[in-house]
């Protein structure tokens, strides 16, 4: 295939291959380091146990939508498909107030659930939008050469740049922030919107792989090696990638609803709405702060990083100081709060989080979040901790840190907290 022409569309598909899935083990068959991990977490004796490990390869977790754009962070479709499984029936109402990637929202519709998604950063509603809007291959191919056209003629107006961003030369050659900006400015006269945005998203998938930045981690690095003076090539594979994959989504929803909203997860939206079931899978405390891993993608795509941060969970990403938990957990509150009135009577709430090791100092920030739920009289009742065994997580960020595991400093032990909202008595 050549950089500048479409692949053949295959039909592709959407449901998960059959070695994708959930393996859930009961209390009794925990391993002895897994009972350590919940005992020094303060979790083992508060509510019923289970560990779920998350089967199949990193290729085929990318089934459907879900290998469109690298979110670093993302948990594996798998679990939101197996919370959604356990508690709730086809056209039950799915929430995720941090959505990130929208991994919830790909899942629910593709089982026919409705959903409401939000997260407080523009990249995420988009590429949500793109994740779970069909576009048929003639209309992405059309844009496509029209793009390609564009890009091959002499500009006739100033170029884009990226916005908000202290020194793009520090993270961009010259040559690129010119490459991009012919990019960005062939997209912009596209007027079908879910067309526009399946081209903005692979421009913002182009844009991290092309920079002087590292892309094997969430955190920047710079890497000056491996910067592409043209980002042509790198923008025609993912384009190629990601028509492939939304061509394939269903034509129509079939009478599932989907929202997505920019919004803080400690607000409660502007629907009265009531869900069966919220799913939500916070930035870690010590670990990401999203604004910072994704500046350049923002910065391209016109927004100043520092605008999304300031509505930010204050997460300590980076600072590293153990106190600043007091922080963290005070906004988790919050946000569980504001989801729980969400909640109909019987509904669930599936917190997902982890713990951290600061300096050999265990901080378990999950217990804590606990009392504060606890202390705030939410009306909330644990039922269940999961352990979940960690992988993919804990694999990137201990990658993002460029060092091995023993010597990170900082460890993660991920947990998945079931709470029901309990009908209030007669
Ligand atoms: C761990 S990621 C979620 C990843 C998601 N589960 C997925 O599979 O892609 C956490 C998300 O929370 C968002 N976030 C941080 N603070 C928020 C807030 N106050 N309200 C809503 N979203 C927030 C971040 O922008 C980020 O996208």
Redesign the pocket.
Known sequence: MTTNQLAFFGTGRTAPPATVGVEVRAAGDLSAPERQLLSQAHLDDIAPIEAWKVTGTNKQLSYSTHGVFR?F???P?PI?RHLITEFTERGDWVL?????????AVEALDMGRNVVV????P??TLLCRVKTTHVAETDSRRAFDRVAKLVGSPATTPLPTPIGLRNAAHWFLPETIASLGRIRAAIEPESDTPVRELLLTAFTSTVRRVSKATTQQGRLFLDVEKAKPDAWPTFCERFDKYASAVAALPRERKGTQLQIEQ????SKGSTSRRFRLA?T????FNN?K??SVNSLELAWLGVAHKE?RA???R?AFKIGKPEKVTEYVE?LAS?VAAISEQLEEGGVLAL?MGDTIIRESYIDVTRQLLQAIEQAGARLRLDRVVLRVPQYTEASWVASQRRTGDKVGVTLNDFILLFTKPKRSK
């Open positions: 979110f962070g993302k948990f479709p939101a995720d107030p941090m959505m990130g990637s929208g991994t919830t939000r997260d407080v950063s990249l995420s919004l803080d997860a400690r799913i899978h916070p930035p870690y990401y999203y604004s999304v509505d930010e969970i997460e906004d946000a997902m």
